[in-house]
């Protein structure tokens, strides 16, 4: 009976999540349950437990495996200029009015394994704005914010990058920004001493600080809608006035309840700007 195994799955993934948040505080029921479902199916085959349930009893009894449970419900994929036309549009339409700030304070949440972040810094050095810039970024992922914090990547993905970066409006060689060896490109540290890496939950935890500018790529299309909007809320917040945006491609602010707070600067690109004095929902 395939509807009845489809129930139990569901309910043994309730009691997960249940499990998960009432241990470790960590709450992922505001999550999309299909694709929470691949991963908390993977994770169970990943720790040699044959069902979701047996995972409960670790996840009550052994604190070590917090961060695998973590790393493994979160999707760190990400690129380097990745959807090169937004970062185009971020130099073309954003950076002329950040490079009237005297500081900018950037918030790029759900940063993943760093690549994002590296090419907004990237992005911000060519425009002449790096040193005045302070990046924060967060994700709920330690072990992937511990790559992104080292810098690391395979030197064979800096060519595909390189068409990405062109695309997006790069002007100069995307290596130069990185020493390779052993088949390894390691970012300059002139890149990555204005970025900050620290753990946030977009879930539970509160406004990261002031910002020009929030970046949160590819996250909310994890979220449910309710969860959407406490984050959309949460960015609002988060940022001055006349602040900025930028969503990912397949996510929008169409039928949030911050809608009202925002008017789009390129509404295909997902990019947005907070509206003065609108309070936050
Ligand atoms: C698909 S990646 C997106 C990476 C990057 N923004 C990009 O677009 O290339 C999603 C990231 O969101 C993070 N994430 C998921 N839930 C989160 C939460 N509650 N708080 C903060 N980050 C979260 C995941 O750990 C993962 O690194």
């Known amino acids: 009976m395939p509807g009845r195994a489809s129930?139990?799955?569901?309910i043994e993934l309730d009691l997960f999540l249940e499990a998960l948040a009432r241990r470790h505080?960590?709450?992922f029921r505001g999550y999309a349950r299909a694709s929470l479902r691949r991963r908390a199916a993977g994770l169970a085959i990943k720790l040699g437990c044959a069902t979701v349930a047996e995972l409960i009893p670790r996840l009550l009894y052994d604190d070590s495996l917090l961060p695998e449970v973590l790393s493994g419900l979160s999707v760190p994929v990400t690129e380097m200029f990745r959807d090169p036309s937004v970062f185009?549009?971020?130099?073309?339409?954003?950076?002329?009015?950040?490079?009237t700030y005297p500081r900018?304070?950037?918030?790029?949440?759900?940063?993943?394994?760093?690549?994002?972040?590296?090419?907004?810094a990237i992005l911000l050095e060519e425009v002449?704005?790096?040193?005045?810039?302070q990046i924060y970024a967060t994700d709920i992922n330690d072990q992937a914010l511990a790559k992104a914090e080292e810098g690391i990547f395979p030197a064979k993905l800096i060519e595909k990058y390189?068409?990405?970066y062109l695309k997006a409006g790069g002007t100069k060689a995307l290596v130069a920004y990185f020493s390779l060896g052993y088949g390894f490109?390691?970012?300059?540290?002139a890149i990555k001493q204005r970025i900050s890496f620290a753990h946030h939950n977009l879930v539970s935890d509160g406004v990261f600080c002031e910002v020009n500018l929030v970046v949160c790529r590819n996250v909310l299309i994890y979220f449910d809608r309710q969860l959407q909007d406490r984050v959309l809320g949460l960015f609002d917040t988060s940022?001055?006035?006349?602040?900025?945006l930028c969503l990912g491609t397949k996510e929008n602010l169409a039928f949030s309840a911050a809608a009202n707070a925002f008017q789009p600067v390129d509404a295909s690109l997902r990019l947005y700007r907070k509206r003065q004095g609108v309070p936050p929902p």
Not at 91 to 96: D, F, I, N, T
Not at 128 to 133: F, S
Not at 185 to 189: G, L, N, P, R, T
């Open 25 to 27: 505080g960590y709450d």
């Open 88 to 99: 185009k549009a971020i130099r073309e339409q954003l950076v002329p009015v950040l490079a």
């Open 239 to 244: 940022l001055s006035r006349g602040g900025f």
């Open 7 to 10: 129930n139990l799955h569901a």
């Open 104 to 120: 900018i304070n950037i918030w790029q949440a759900g940063c993943a394994t760093g690549e994002e972040v590296y090419s907004l």
């Open 185 to 189: 490109a390691k970012i300059d540290a």
């Open 162 to 164: 390189t068409e990405n």
């Open 128 to 133: 002449g704005l790096l040193h005045k810039t």
